[in-house]
């Protein structure tokens, strides 16, 4: 099921901390839902167009994407529980896990979970991801401080540590301001792997 597929949360349950969300969880407000997006249009590097597919399984209450190819090998992106998370960063995950099919990584074997080519890949998607906000659907700084204010807690909610935390929002931060496109950046990315298609 889990073939190269690529996953916003992964990192973070790979850090593990087992149980330590229920073990606040039973204390903790409840949980706020919110409406789900529309998602945003997306194309593989090969010009496949990537659909977006809701699931109901995942960790409860965690909102999370999944960028992979469907057992029918078409790519798709899995949206679990994106209703526990408000729409700016719903917006981000899809723009995150399209950035994976818009990369390549998806077709390519997969680094080791957490190894710093795993980590390269993440922060690339999120550049990606960023960067889409800001170019397509106009977000300013107001814009941006809502979706590293949504990471923020998102990552908090999991139990992330701060240093993981504010190395991501640094990485957006320095995106957000990146001169050129995003699609500029992709290009960037597959010519580096070699697979830009003329
Ligand atoms: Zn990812």
Redesign the pocket.
Known sequence: MMQRA???A?VLFALGLPGFSSAWGQDAKPAETYQVVKPPACTNNKGETVGFVETSRGRPGIAAGM?RRDPGGKPVVMRSNYSATPPVFQSFIDR??CA?HQTGDVDRPHPPRNGPEHLM??SI?DCIAILRLRDEEGYDKAGFEKVAGALRSEMEKIGFPEISISSRISNITNCFKRPGTSKDFVNKVLKRRGLLEQ
């Open positions: 690529t996953f916003l992964a960028a995150h896990e994976h890949n993440e998607s």
